[in-house]
């Protein structure tokens, strides 16, 4: 049994590396998949397929059609999401995914440091398990094949 | 037809009550739900109701099950959904609730400030509608009856 | 028992008057709810909530933004659904509408001239009953009471 | 991960060819299916399976039972649908198939030349992306591969 | 509380006449709804709005369009479904709609006499309740009453 | 708005009324449903309705199907359910009926005595709000409509 | 891709090699399930593997039991439904496998003989092809892949 | 085809051990998944990733959440679900798992002693099959393939 892990999250850092690093040492039957991680290229997708857009709203507005279009073939493929929550940056999309994993039924972790647990403690109550690390999520990926 | 409206939003400001004040005065049929509204005893209601909790997190857990039970019920019910985001404070139980109606097909609308597009994107590209103002959240109100 | 029922078609004439008043005669316990039926109204929607938009294909995706929020809460209530095709116009929103009834499992008539059967053939084979004239969809509604 | 792609959309020339040269070319992991592009075959099915039909209309109607299910067989095994729009045909089907995708929350590109943007206004909002040409429609589908 | 139910089955003999008049008598808060229960009007009803067709097949198929159609709308309205079955007639229909309540996660209560369990067996089972008369079917309706 | 209310549990002791009591105390505009009160009524009613059955094997399946079509009727219509658990009893069908309401995403309460929480430990994790009194769980209730 | 199809219907003749073999002969990447084709076995798996019960009636639903929980595992893995009605037996049981296969949105395919097209008519109506031979079937299975 | 199928139920014995083998002894084209079986290891593994927490019923929810989460991942996997019920611990999740495989539409069977009826009786009555020894759950299982 492979299962397919939706990685939900900023895209500044190199996090996921972290996750599919860990994941592999236990050689854990999964496959990663997750949004465009190169920054620029995400925010500028709309304009590199439609073309220069009028002002900066639109061109975020184009770019979110690809993303998210993107995101959902892949979040539709996957068997389980992780979203991980940082101190930089507003983070609504990485929320929104998590929440529409919740919606879908599919089983979700939350990664967030603690001092973030008050805003997020409704999406942590909602969402199946909420750890601190990235070892701590492993772990619970790890827990399900043994 | 009378519409019930989720008002999803952070609850430091009376926000609300622009909204109601406004669709009072073109005498939409519409009514109003939304959270705890006292920001103290919705941080509290966990305690309020179980006891002391241990530490912060507990707190903040017990609380929202009492806060996300009660978003479940009045969301439930709901036809629509306006979520409202600003400048301040994290937002992130605001965007799960907008996503949740999305994914329970439930028409949204967003208001934001223009200066918060971009970390927004993603959210008003899979929202129905997003406007910048309470008037123009109103106004789309309204056009639904005429 | 009192029906909602969505008139999705065009809203250059006045087709839907026609349906009110035959219903009306035959004292049926229904309510119609349908778009906005002022067709320049329509277009300009978006731009009347949010402003001006830079070309003809910014405003016709604001513009949308708000017909369809309209369209889902309303479709959303419904019961039934009854889309009329006619030979003007490229009517794709009306297609539209109409499978997204068959999708939602909302029973369908469709309302179009028999010139018209090769072209709509598919969707007319999906629908639950395909009439000619209006009289006809009235009739079929009135059975449903009797 | 190798995905299902449905082309909805006219069978009266072979654009589909374009864009399986296209994703060829990129390697693309991917799988197309799409309605019978013979049009004649498609129009005669029916009365090729069941014998001749009384008139024209019952012709039609024996053929959409034949092509709707196939439709239904191959898009419930797709995890992303296009549908191309051009000048020519009344194209509902086509609008059908695609507002399907959506409604049954498979991700959706509609290729539209520019000049249709304002009778495909509803429906290109409603999807995930719009583009113009094929070759952008198949940037859309590398990009979910990078 | 009032609860709707759909009553199933033949329209050759008048038991829904039954079926009414002991839920009348225990004043239970019901409201019944059921297909045409005039058999030639449920036959012809194709041909009655739609005009002769060229043979008994399709006549069939036009009257099924506008049955079916009555069907889905009531159906969809019911929280209770009641399926009678008798030893006359194929009562494919019945089967039918007694299935689709099960499908829809609708309570269902199916009558037949005990000589007929043997053809029933596998619809009896996964009905919620099978009983031999309408008096039991009543019983059963208004033991949700007390 | 007024919301109707599932009370899963027990039928030997009375916790209904108190439940009952203490809401109205607060004017909380809600309706409560439930089981059969009358635990020997409860045990009977496939006896009372269809006649002796062979062994009391069959005697409890004839009970259950009158007793789950009334659950289903009633767990249907409701908007909240609140499951009370206590030491005495196997009570799997409270199990079934909480975990009912949760997989029809409707909001659940649970009850339960602090010594029963390692038992109950993964269904109170997956209903919404675990608490230890009647008091607390309409301390709770009455949350959502302030 | 190979598509996984139900074969629905009595099981005192061997129609469904006649499926088989001319889906052979087309090559058709497909695979057959379907329920117990062994009569005396079907209707005894209940006592065979429970033991003897009190009368017919239990018999049979005990074999419901088994048959039907054989039915719900294959037929939730078809991509396809194809129903087979003759002029013998009730075939209730057929016509409940036909109506699921509808409900659970997967393509179905009728075959009847021409004389039972009025018992079957609202059937008929609400699947997607109905023929009169196992080979009309099949030529449309086949149309599918080509 | 093959088959996943998830056994629910206590993990203080090795009954899995049992299905396993007779299976395998059928050479039945299953998988086979199921909780974690370490009892101890099942109650720590929320300490074990988190840390200690503050008192046992906190101990517990932590756990809950590694044990729902692993759960929910393997039952969405689920073709089929067994579930055993004995004479020894509350095993309410269990019949919450139970529960859940049937809200899922997830074919289920109930294996329990004789003795257990009366308790076990609503549950059985909404499973698909229920019997009394593993030996015969597996015969429902090989049953399904021959």
């Given at each position: 049994m492979n299962l397919t892990i939706y990685l939900a999250g900023?895209?500044?850092?190199?996090?996921r590396e972290e996750v599919k690093v860990l994941s592999n040492n236990l050689s854990l039957p999964v496959t990663f998949v997750g949004p465009m991680e190169d920054h620029d290229r995400s925010d500028n997708i709309g304009e590199e397929i439609l073309?220069?857009?009028?002002n900066p709203i639109f061109k975020d507005s184009a770019a979110s059609d690809m993303n998210n279009f993107r995101t959902k073939v892949l979040l539709n493929k996957a068997d389980i999401v992780i979203a991980l929550f940082g101190e930089?940056?507003?983070q609504w999309n990485t929320a929104m995914d998590a929440s529409t994993a919740i919606a879908l039924d599919k089983p979700l972790i939350i990664i967030r440091?603690?001092?973030?647990h008050h805003p997020l403690k409704e999406l942590s109550n909602k969402a199946n398990v909420t750890v601190e690390t990235i070892e701590q999520a492993v772990h619970v990926l790890s827990y399900v094949f043994e």
């Open positions: 900023e895209i500044h850092s190199n996090w073309g220069t857009m009028p930089k940056y507003k440091p603690e001092k973030l």
